[in-house]
């Protein structure tokens, strides 16, 4: 019994002592824990931060919540579908081969009368030939790039005593010297060329304003006024410079350039409508003309240009991106619709008209084929102006965008539907302009009026109506090409390859070359006799990106212009008191 209770004492004085033991070191080990604690709190908030979407996924959301548009089962598969890409390529080839043979060095082409011309008399300054060079480079056709090389360096020449548009000579021609100055590995031949023609041009901005007018005399290097709408300028062409004379100002380090392109975008900006809307003219004096506001001819690449030259410099140049969020919130506000039977989104126009001693703005429910560039445009500012991260996963996840990057990424996946859906024609082909129908608007009494968008002038054993043309346009592939690189979704690819098989039936010629048809709910088509220079340096480009592997001009790393012609993302060291 002895030992018994000496037992219980020895356990009793051993259970004291651990008691204080702990009790001393409590506190001790409290603070330990919750510098401890404190600490993994702080690394889960860092890394919710920095890394949403991986804490999405460990958290288990990932499939509860997916962005409008996308398809989380879908498998993202980036590599080339090289049968349809080697497809496209034959088709550039057999382009401008006919091309080569019938009209080398003239600016345009008519295919079925195998003859070229050119915009003045004087002649020409190479167009198509400049235009397309990019492409060869970017395709991989080192024969037919030689030959257009060499006819740049013997045969091209600025000295033509005429009036040339100051917009499409800088789109096409300085825009393709310069994407070809880059991608050739920076031959000199290229911006020898670049930095004279853009020497010829500046001229053109010596104006009160600043804002270019629409002619340049290449020969004399003086503006010349467009007599056709009093003087005015279509604020498209003025806003669709800068992206091609900033760099050239980067590449030759001479301000100059830079300050004429950017002096139109601070006019624009003094200007600003109380709706961040801009209608399509502007006086010489820096003001909005009572102009019609659309998102198609002389509107579409000022909203386009607003983007892509905060993207150009590296996302640095905030005034662009405030200018491009006030422009896309006009957008949605005052020319968004949706058409009543099959929800199709599409942008509106609005026209002035005048009622008494007033004004007011009639909805006109139209979209020229133009606007299918807005899609992919609108996709690609949600990944990057409105986006919360950078880069955002493929395909983007809502909680890396902002409300503004999630609004405009819905309406861009809709907006290329609805451009599709005018592809559902006798050719499958889209018109260059669709109607679309709305509430009450009393046309059901019309027969054979489809339900949601028509032909304007349209009817069976009817006239062809000018809507109704394809010139061979790329705005539609152009979104589908950006559409895919964002979300790895393989039907943009199936979309892009209907249409280039419906280009390839209906447009293709026997003779040689491609020629737009007059009318893309006809069969068997008439064929209008031209090939658009666009066709080589932006339609067959964008569907020729779209099925090659991603990393061919990926896109965080190239910005292009208007005529699809690629200028690599810099960092500039030119700041002024605009930017």
């Known amino acids: 019994m002895s030992e018994l209770r000496q037992r219980k004492k020895d356990a009793t004085e051993t259970q004291q002592d651990v008691s204080e033991v702990k009790a001393t070191s409590e506190p001790k080990n ?10 993994i709190l702080f690394v889960i908030a860092f890394a919710a931060y920095q890394y949403p979407s991986f804490i999405h996924d460990w958290l288990g959301l990932s499939e509860s919540e997916t962005l409008h548009g996308t398809r989380p089962d879908s498998i993202v598969d980036f590599s080339a579908d090289i049968f349809k890409r080697d497809a496209v390529v034959e088709a550039f080839k057999y382009a401008w081969a006919a091309y080569e043979r019938d009209a080398m060095g003239d600016d345009e082409y008519h295919p079925i009368s195998h003859q070229g011309s050119n915009l003045t008399k004087p002649g020409g300054i190479g167009y198509t030939v400049v235009d397309s060079i990019d492409t060869m480079l970017i395709m991989g056709l080192p024969d037919e790039y030689e030959r257009a090389k060499l006819w740049v360096a013997n045969d091209m020449s600025f000295d033509r005593d005429a009036p040339f548009s100051t917009f499409e000579t800088t789109i096409r021609v300085l825009g393709g010297l310069l994407a070809a100055y880059h991608l050739s590995g920076q031959d000199p031949l290229y911006l020898e060329k670049a930095t004279e023609l853009g020497n010829r041009i500046l001229p053109a901005f010596d104006t009160e304003s600043g804002l270019p007018l ?6 004399e290097m003086e503006g010349v006024p467009d007599k056709d709408n009093s003087g005015m300028i279509s604020t498209a062409e003025a806003a669709t410079l800068q992206l091609e004379f900033r760099y050239l100002a980067f590449l030759t380090d001479e301000d100059i350039y830079w300050e004429k392109a950017e002096r139109v975008m601070a006019v624009i900006k003094q200007a600003r409508m109380s709706h961040g809307l801009a209608s399509i003219f502007m006086t010489q004096d820096g003001r909005f003309a009572t102009s019609a506001i659309r998102l198609g001819s002389r509107g579409d690449s000022y909203y386009e240009y607003l983007l892509k030259q905060y993207l150009q410099t590296n996302q640095t140049e905030g005034v662009y991106r405030e200018m ?12 968004v619709q949706i058409s009543p ?18 004004l007011q703005w009639r909805l006109v429910p139209k979209q020229d084929h133009l606007v299918c560039f807005l899609g992919g445009s609108l996709m690609l500012g949600a990944t990057t102006s409105g986006a919360l991260v950078h880069p955002v996963s493929v395909p983007p996840r809502p909680e890396e965008l902002t409300e503004q990057g999630k609004r405009d990424w819905k309406t861009g996946i809709e907006l290329i539907r609805t451009c599709m859906a005018t592809h559902d024609t006798q050719t499958g082909l889209s018109p260059e302009i669709a109607h679309f129908r709305t509430q009450n ?7 054979h009026m489809p339900t ?10 009817g006239p062809t109506p000018f809507d109704a043309r394809y010139i061979l346009r790329p705005e539609t592939v152009e979104s589908l090409f950006i559409a895919f690189r964002l979300t790895g979704d393989v039907q943009y690819r199936e979309y892009g390859w209907a249409i280039f098989n419906a280009i390839e039936k209906h447009c293709k010629l026997e003779s040689g070359g491609y020629a737009g048809v007059m009318n893309v709910d006809a069969v068997p088509v008439e064929h209008d006799d031209k090939m658009e220079t666009f066709l080589m340096s932006e ?12 990393k061919v001009l990926p896109l965080n790393e190239y910005v292009f212009n208007t005529e699809a012609h690629p200028f690599p993302v810099f960092m500039s060291n030119i700041r002024t008191g605009f930017s």
């Open 452 to 461: 949601d968008w028509y032909i304007k002038g349209a009817r069976p054993g």
């Open 30 to 39: 409290q603070l330990t824990s919750r510098g401890f604690y404190a600490i």
């Open 214 to 219: 629409s002619l340049v005399n290449l020969a």
């Open 539 to 550: 339609t067959l480009k964008y569907l020729y990106l779209l099925f090659a592997d991603v």
């Open 341 to 358: 039977s099959s929800s199709l989104t599409y942008t509106a126009e609005l026209v002035p008209e005048r009622k008494g001693q007033g």
């Open 324 to 335: 491009y969020d006030d422009a896309m919130t006009g957008i949605h506000d005052h020319l």
């Open 441 to 447: 608007d009393n046309l059901e009494q019309l027969a």
